[in-house]
């Protein structure tokens, strides 16, 4: 069993930048691959990013590319998102996920997570 907490979130303007965390316990993330969703009001939860157990292969969405970088230290059984000039439509409940490795190829795919933090608010205002 893994557990996720995720922190970082906060209100911020347009064009301003925050830096998600997802610490993990239970379990060590080395072997998981780990990902961020978000959840604006009344929409599906989407991808954001994701990036593979050594940390070597990140992907994300074409929505957030070149603005967010995913990144994580295994050694502290942690993930990051740093997310930078940010836009009002980045405006959602922010979620870190993990995922056994060997699912990394459906890395956009809710449903391969097995594991999901309680999230952490992001709003940009403009």
């Known amino acids: 069993q893994v557990q996720l907490v995720e922190s970082g979130g906060g209100s911020v303007q347009a064009g301003g930048s925050l830096r998600l965390s997802c610490a993990a316990s239970g379990r060590t993330l080395s072997s998981y691959a780990m990902g961020w969703f978000r959840q604006a009001p009344g929409k599906e939860r989407e991808f954001v990013a994701a990036i593979n157990w050594t940390g070597l292969r990140t992907y994300y969405a074409d929505s957030v590319k070149g603005r967010f970088t995913i990144s994580r230290d295994n050694a502290k059984n942690t993930v990051f998102l740093q997310t930078n000039s940010l836009k009002p439509e980045d405006t959602a409940v922010y979620y870190c996920?993990?995922?056994?490795?060997?699912?990394?190829?459906?890395?956009?795919?809710?449903?391969?997570?097995?594991?999901w933090g309680q999230g952490t608010q992001v709003t940009v205002s403009s």
């Open positions: 996920a993990a995922a056994p490795q060997y699912k990394i190829a459906a890395y956009q795919s809710k449903g391969e997570y097995e594991y």
